[in-house]
Nanobody
Framework: QVQLVESGGGLVQPGGSLRLSCAAS????????MGWYRQAPGKERELVAAIYSGGSTNYADSVKGRFTISRDNAKNTVYLQMNSLKPEDTAVYYC????????????WGKGTLVTVSS
């Protein structure tokens, strides 16, 4: 059984920073893609950033230049450094990893709430 656990969410003022972490545990042989998604109230879940096994990254236009995704393969962990936060970044943030256990499967964390407000 594979589990993903996020941490690092919270309340921050506009212009502030937060760092999210997501660690995978369980029967893991390999991890391909790691990513962060978010879902704001009344909106669909959207991709924020992704990082692949070769190190390439992909960002939503709305976060380019403000957010940075990184991964630590030895720890099966993905990070999201969020700077210059805006109220519109308020959402539940979910991590996702494509993991080989008994086959390639997308696993999701339960989410962590980020609130940007003064």
């Amino acid at each position: 059984q594979v589990q993903l656990v996020e941490s690092g969410g919270g309340l921050v003022q506009p212009g502030g920073s937060l760092r999210l972490s997501c660690a995978a545990s369980g029967r893991i042989f390999s991890i391909n893609a790691m990513g962060w998604y978010r879902q704001a109230p009344g909106k669909e879940r959207e991709l924020v950033a992704a990082i692949y096994s070769g190190g390439s990254t992909n960002y939503a236009d709305s976060v380019k230049g403000r957010f940075t995704i990184s991964r630590d393969n030895a720890k099966n962990t993905v990070y999201l450094q969020m700077n210059s936060l805006k109220p519109e970044d308020t959402a539940v943030y979910y991590c996702m990893m494509t993991i080989w256990s008994t086959g390639w499967v997308d696993y999701w964390g339960k989410g962590t709430l980020v609130t940007v407000s003064s």
